[in-house]
């Protein structure tokens, strides 16, 4: 999800905490512009109903979310509870295409403006009312409202005519959102837009109770009326959350009929090996043994890629950073290959660029600044500040609460110090106040990530770096890259449209927007009675999809 997709991982214990921001859809979809209108361009829903009945219990651990409100998040962590209590007009499958879920079909008018979506006619919420349009509608507008205040729907539902009026108060609804019948809204959007069925894919276009959520407006996420898999029963803050299976789900109930995620307890992997566990994510301290396929906890060992990248960045608008030259300084003088090896044990990879492998647009050429002592004091001395001695004192922000910044963090501040002769001071947060610091542009420097809410390089290419977008949390502006992006935004030549984007992405680096540091992976210990335990590279809803065999 994000600052705005905010998504924060422990994905290293404690020797590292990387902040993944948040962030799918079908790659196939996405980059053909999905369906183009008429009789011939519908699309309908892949799912398939199980009609056998939920048994077992899963036993995961967990945190508590920041907000259950779809609206309202905007990290992973939180979204990871969303999408299994709530549900949208779209969503993502395990092999990451993007499908129907609340509708049964929708088609595409001839322009690629007009989306008209059937509801299905079993699609209901938790306590049995039915899903009608008139609730896609209110949902849509609540997360438009100023009330609302939702800081991720100015992104994800800008394109539908009539939205951003909305959401500046100049008009009460959305002009573009159309009720036909009960079971049939019609989307207008203002260009046809390749990606826009992806973003109904996002949590700010899930459908809620909007009657519960007027009613009871400060504590309705409590007890969810939602339309999901799964039905929040129990929320003890600092202790657990469970979910049960929701037997009215219309593509039939869960496998698992509970999943108990469990805040406290120590060590993951300590409770996995005793049994109290059913999955456990991997430390750096422990990764050796695990890769021991000869090992117990070798045989339960699973890796798998992500779509991630770990960052530094700058505000553009504070100095020192306001100079390009000295973004470049500070990329060019960092070794993040080293780190990766010494720090992490090659638990993750050296970013070769801001697109993760996998996904649309990448190329494995390395683009990043590389490690050059020498051009890094000449990009510092070809700045408006000349050396260490003309900049203002620096501070970099990082999410955390112990004595000392992270391990990688360390590492680059000496390196800093050492190439460049500039003094780095940290700084860390508590993880709600780093995100609000983050998203109103008020940190100088940052150590921060981006996790894919689709596959598509539009979501993290135009969302964090066009000069209007509301993601955009470095200040950063470039005439050039804002028309690129306008182009590429309504590209319908695929070849064409990723060609822009690797162009973009060339750019943000040179300039150092970003300091690409990290493309993520998850490793963890899954236990033998789990079926079908899948990562996907991004947040998708994964519970109905896994059994437990105790």
Not at 78 to 91: D, K, Q
Not at 313 to 323: I, W
């Given at each position: 999800?994000?600052?705005?997709?905010?998504?924060?991982?422990?994905?290293?214990?404690?020797?590292?905490?990387?902040?993944?921001?948040?962030?799918?859809?079908?790659?196939?979809?996405?980059?053909?512009?999905?369906?183009?209108?008429?009789?011939?361009?519908?699309?309908?829903?892949?799912?398939?109903?199980?009609?056998?009945?939920?048994?077992?219990?899963?036993?995961?651990?967990?945190?508590?979310?920041?907000?259950?409100?779809?609206?309202?998040?905007?990290?992973?962590?939180?979204?990871?509870?969303?999408?299994?209590?709530?549900?949208?007009?779209?969503?993502?499958?395990?092999?990451?295409?993007?499908?129907?879920?609340?509708?049964?079909?929708?088609?595409?008018?001839?322009?690629?403006?007009?989306?008209?979506?059937?509801?299905?006619?079993?699609?209901?919420?938790?306590?049995?009312?039915?899903?009608?349009?008139?609730?896609?509608?209110?949902?849509?507008?609540?997360?438009?409202?100023?009330?609302?205040?939702?800081?991720?729907?100015?992104?994800?539902?800008?394109?539908?005519?009539?939205?951003?009026?909305?959401?500046?108060?100049?008009?009460?609804?959305?002009?573009?959102?159309?009720?036909?019948?009960?079971?049939?809204?019609?989307?207008?959007?203002?260009?046809?837009?390749?990606?826009?069925?992806?973003?109904?894919?996002?949590?700010?276009?899930?459908?809620?109770?909007?009657?519960?959520?007027?009613?009871?407006?400060?504590?309705?996420?409590?007890s969810p009326n939602g339309t999901g898999p799964y039905r929040l029963t129990?929320?003890?803050?600092?202790?657990?959350?469970?979910?049960?299976?929701?037997?009215?789900?219309?593509?039939?109930?869960?496998?698992?009929?509970?999943?108990?995620?469990?805040?406290?307890?120590?060590?993951?992997?300590?409770?996995?090996?005793?049994?109290?566990?059913d999955i456990a994510s991997i430390s750096v301290n422990d990764i050796d043994?695990?890769?021991?396929?000869?090992?117990?906890?070798?045989?339960?060992?699973?890796?798998?890629?992500?779509?991630?990248?770990?960052?530094?960045?700058?505000?553009?608008?504070?100095?020192?950073?306001?100079?390009?030259?000295?973004?470049?300084?500070?990329?060019?003088?960092?070794?993040?290959?080293?780190?990766?090896?010494?720090?992490?044990?090659?638990?993750?990879?050296?970013?070769?660029?801001?697109?993760?492998?996998?996904?649309?647009?990448?190329?494995?050429?390395?683009?990043?600044?590389?490690?050059?002592?020498?051009?890094?004091?000449?990009?510092?001395?070809?700045?408006?500040?000349?050396?260490?001695?003309?900049?203002?004192?620096?501070?970099?922000?990082?999410?955390?609460?112990?004595?000392?910044?992270?391990?990688?963090?360390?590492?680059?501040?000496?390196?800093?110090?050492?190439?460049?002769?500039?003094?780095?001071?940290?700084?860390?947060?508590?993880?709600?106040?780093?995100?609000?610091?983050?998203?109103?542009?008020?940190?100088?420097?940052?150590?921060?990530?981006?996790?894919?809410?689709?596959?598509?390089?539009?979501?993290?290419?135009?969302?964090?770096?066009?000069?209007?977008?509301?993601?955009?949390?470095?200040?950063?502006?470039?005439?050039?890259?804002?028309?690129?992006?306008?182009?590429?935004?309504?590209?319908?030549?695929?070849?064409?449209?990723?060609?822009?984007?690797?162009?973009?992405?060339?750019?943000?680096?040179?300039?150092?927007?970003?300091?690409?540091?990290?493309?993520?992976?998850?490793?963890?210990?899954?236990?033998?009675?789990?079926?079908?335990?899948?990562?996907?590279?991004?947040?998708?809803?994964?519970?109905?999809?896994?059994?437990?065999?105790?």
């Open positions: 999800m994000t600052g705005q997709k905010r998504i924060l991982a422990a994905l290293l214990g404690a020797l590292a905490v990387l902040v993944l921001i948040i962030g799918g859809l079908s790659a196939v979809l996405l980059l053909s512009g999905g369906p183009k209108g008429g009789g011939s361009n519908t699309a309908t829903s892949g799912g398939t109903v199980d009609t056998k009945p939920a048994s077992g219990r899963l036993r995961l651990p967990g945190t508590d979310p920041l907000t259950l409100d779809p609206a309202l998040a905007t990290d992973s962590g939180s979204a990871e509870y969303i999408v299994e209590i709530f549900s949208g007009l779209m969503t993502i499958a395990p092999d990451l295409k993007i499908v129907p879920d609340l509708a049964e079909s929708y088609q595409v008018s001839d322009d690629g403006k007009t989306f008209t979506f059937k509801l299905r006619d079993n699609a209901v919420f938790h306590d049995g009312r039915s899903v009608e349009a008139s609730d896609v509608k209110c949902s849509f507008e609540r997360a438009a409202s100023r009330t609302t205040a939702s800081p991720t729907a100015p992104v994800y539902l800008n394109d539908i005519i009539g939205a951003n009026d909305m959401m500046t108060g100049r008009a009460q609804n959305i002009s573009g959102i159309e009720v036909v019948d009960k079971k049939t809204v019609k989307i207008t959007i203002d260009a046809p837009k390749p990606y826009f069925i992806a973003k109904l894919t996002y949590t700010t276009a899930m459908v809620v109770d909007c009657k519960q959520a007027q009613q009871n407006p400060r504590n309705w996420t409590r129990d929320w003890r803050v600092g202790e657990r959350i469970v979910l049960e299976s929701n037997p009215k789900y219309y593509l039939g109930a869960p496998k698992v009929s509970q999943v108990l995620y469990q805040f406290t307890g120590g060590s993951a992997l300590t409770r996995f090996e005793n049994n109290e566990l043994r695990v890769r021991d396929k000869n090992s117990a906890l070798g045989k339960l060992y699973q890796t798998s890629t992500d779509f991630t990248i770990s960052y530094i960045a700058f505000n553009a608008k504070n100095a020192p950073f306001d100079d390009a030259n000295v973004r470049r300084a500070f990329g060019l003088a960092i070794d993040r290959s080293k780190v990766t090896s010494v720090t992490f044990n090659n638990m993750i990879s050296p970013a070769t660029g801001i697109l993760p492998p996998q996904l649309p647009g990448f190329t494995p050429d390395d683009k990043s600044l590389k490690f050059n002592p020498d051009a890094a004091k000449a990009a510092l001395a070809a700045s408006k500040y000349k050396n260490a001695a003309g900049l203002p004192p620096i501070t970099m922000t990082e999410i955390g609460g112990g004595a000392s910044a992270g391990l990688d963090t360390q590492a680059y501040i000496e390196q800093w110090k050492q190439v460049l002769g500039v003094t780095v001071q940290v700084k860390q947060q508590d993880t709600a106040s780093f995100f609000e610091d983050q998203q109103k542009g008020r940190l100088q420097m940052f150590n921060a990530g981006w996790v894919m809410d689709y596959p598509d390089p539009e979501d993290v290419l135009d969302l964090k770096f066009y000069s209007k977008s509301t993601l955009n949390d470095i200040g950063y502006s470039n005439p050039d890259v804002d028309r690129i992006l306008e182009q590429a935004r309504i590209e319908r030549d695929p070849g064409k449209r990723l060609a822009q984007y690797q162009d973009v992405e060339k750019r943000l680096i040179n300039d150092g927007a970003w300091l690409p540091l990290y493309f993520g992976g998850t490793h963890q210990v899954v236990n033998a009675s789990v079926k079908g335990w899948f990562n996907p590279p991004m947040v998708i809803p994964r519970l109905r999809y896994i059994s437990v065999d105790r």
